[in-house]
């Protein structure tokens, strides 16, 4: 499967949109949208860093996942949200296993989310929370608008603005995604500069937690104080920007030590550690226990 690639620095491999050319069955637009029955193709047995946001909903049957670490079991009637950047891993699924997917490719996620009033909330409580169980009712309304955008993405094939269409249709599917929770989606808000500052710092650190490890280096790329974007990170999330940097760090590490055959010394270079003690010492702080005792959890 050439179309997937190694991550940098890292034997984790990483999967956009073309990875489901390897499907019998897919609906895709070439990196915009896709919707697809079955992942059995996909080698999801392994870890994957995700480079789409994917909308699972359950139909039958069950699987377990795991996303970042975090294993979530998913039945009938699941409703499960994966952004772009996530670790996600299939570990097993019943024989009737019957899930409806549509994935985004990062740039229409992010065209997407851009839409909503409040795109901070909506992605902090979808990666906190990434899992739903409905209803029967909530379900099988949610069941027909999966089926209503598939039934688009098949009839529209000789339409010129068939993204277009779709892209509405999917806004409203997002929307019932989210309003299916208990807290009620804000509608009309003009976004704060706190929420804007908080969207843009963790984009940085997604994209520089190995080589940057320093509040300062994201403060000064976003034009602002290291303590004006610790205070903009506690307003917003309760945690404060050294918090939320050391957390993705130490995630990164825990995908490393569970996939990787790499020495731990190596991991710690790979993460710009200035030596293998200050790592372990940063790593038992984070997790609770040494480098080598969570690697021997995962064995």
Same mark, same amino acid.
């Given at each position: %499967?050439?179309?997937?690639?190694?991550?940098?620095?890292? #034997?984790?491999?990483?999967?956009?949109?073309?990875?489901?050319?390897?499907?019998?069955?897919?609906? $895709?637009?070439?990196?915009?949208?896709? %919707?697809?029955?079955?992942?059995?193709?996909?080698?999801?047995?392994? *870890?994957?860093?995700?480079?789409?946001?994917?909308?699972?909903?359950?139909?039958?049957?069950?699987?377990?996942?795991?996303?970042? =670490?975090?294993? *979530?079991?998913?039945?009938?009637?699941?409703?499960?949200?994966?952004?772009?950047? /996530?670790?996600?891993?299939?570990?097993?699924? @019943?024989?009737?296993?019957?899930?409806?997917?549509?994935?985004?490719?990062?740039? %229409?996620?992010?065209?997407?989310?851009?839409?909503?009033?409040?795109?901070?909330?909506?992605?902090?409580?979808?990666?906190?929370?990434?899992?739903?169980?409905?209803?029967? &009712?909530?379900?099988?309304?949610?069941?027909?608008?999966?089926?209503?955008?598939?039934?688009?993405?098949? $009839? $529209?094939? #000789?339409?010129?603005?068939?993204?277009?269409? &779709?892209?509405?249709?999917?806004?409203?599917?997002?929307?019932?995604?989210?309003?299916?929770?208990?807290?009620?989606?804000?509608?009309?808000?003009?976004?704060?500069?706190? /929420?804007?500052?908080?969207?843009?710092?963790?984009?940085?650190?997604?994209?520089?937690?190995?080589? /940057?490890?320093?509040?300062?280096?994201?403060?000064?790329?976003?034009?602002?104080?290291?303590? *004006?974007? @610790?205070?903009?990170?506690?307003? /917003?999330?309760?945690? #404060?920007?050294?918090?939320?940097?050391?957390?993705?760090?130490? =995630?990164?590490?825990?995908? =490393?030590?569970?996939?990787? @055959?790499?020495?731990?010394?190596?991991?710690?270079?790979?993460? #710009?550690?200035?030596?293998?003690?200050?790592?372990?010492?940063?790593?038992?702080? =984070?997790?609770?226990?040494?480098?080598?005792? *969570?690697?021997?959890?995962?064995?």
């Amino acid at each position: %499967m050439s179309n997937i690639v190694l991550h940098k620095n890292a #034997n984790i491999r990483t999967a956009d949109l073309s990875i489901l050319n390897a499907l019998h069955e897919v609906n $895709m637009l070439p990196d915009k949208i896709a %919707m697809f029955n079955s992942f059995k193709e996909l080698g999801l047995e392994n *870890y994957v860093k995700v480079q789409a946001a994917v909308l699972l909903l359950v139909r039958k049957g069950s699987v377990q996942v795991e996303l970042d =670490l975090k294993t *979530y079991n998913l039945e009938a009637g699941s409703l499960f949200i994966v952004f772009p950047e /996530q670790v996600l891993k299939a570990k097993k699924a @019943s024989a009737d296993f019957d899930p409806i997917c549509i994935a985004c490719s990062k740039n %229409m996620i992010e065209e997407l989310i851009i839409r909503f009033d409040d795109n901070t909330r909506l992605i902090l409580k979808s990666r906190e929370n990434p899992l739903t169980q409905l209803d029967p &009712l909530p379900f099988e309304q949610l069941n027909e608008s999966f089926e209503f955008l598939k039934k688009k993405f098949e $009839m $529209m094939n #000789n339409n010129s603005c068939k993204l277009q269409v &779709l892209k509405n249709h999917l806004i409203g599917l997002l929307y019932e995604c989210i309003g299916i929770g208990k807290e009620p989606v804000a509608t009309d808000v003009v976004k704060s500069r706190g /929420q804007v500052l908080f969207s843009q710092f963790i984009d940085l650190v997604v994209e520089n937690h190995r080589e /940057q490890h320093s509040v300062k280096f994201y403060a000064d790329e976003l034009g602002i104080t290291p303590k *004006y974007l @610790s205070a903009v990170a506690e307003e /917003q999330t309760g945690k #404060n920007a050294k918090r939320w940097i050391d957390e993705h760090i130490a =995630l990164d590490a825990k995908v =490393l030590l569970r996939s990787s @055959s790499r020495d731990i010394q190596k991991v710690s270079k790979i993460l #710009n550690f200035p030596d293998v003690s200050f790592f372990g010492k940063f790593f038992k702080r =984070l997790v609770g226990v040494s480098p080598k005792a *969570y690697r021997k959890t995962t064995d």
